[in-house]
């Protein structure tokens, strides 16, 4: 297994061009990688889930 990296809404931005609402336009239609949640203020993401959905989105190349 590979290594697990935690990425904040900046770095996920980063790497998906798109903005805060976009992401969580996105997210509330089931068509990105929910965010997980560590406490009120804190979410995050799972680097290999954001790449993972990016390479789905460009067909698996």
Do not use: C, Q
Not at 2 to 30: A, Q
Not at 32 to 57: A, D, V
């Amino acid at each position: 297994m590979s290594e697990i990296k935690i990425i904040r809404l900046p770095e996920v931005k980063e790497m998906t061009s798109f903005s805060k609402s976009k992401i969580y336009d996105l997210m509330s239609k089931d068509e990105f990688p929910k965010n997980y949640s560590k406490g009120r203020s804190t979410s995050f993401w799972l680097k290999h889930e954001i790449e993972e959905w990016i390479l789905k989105l460009a067909g698996g190349k």
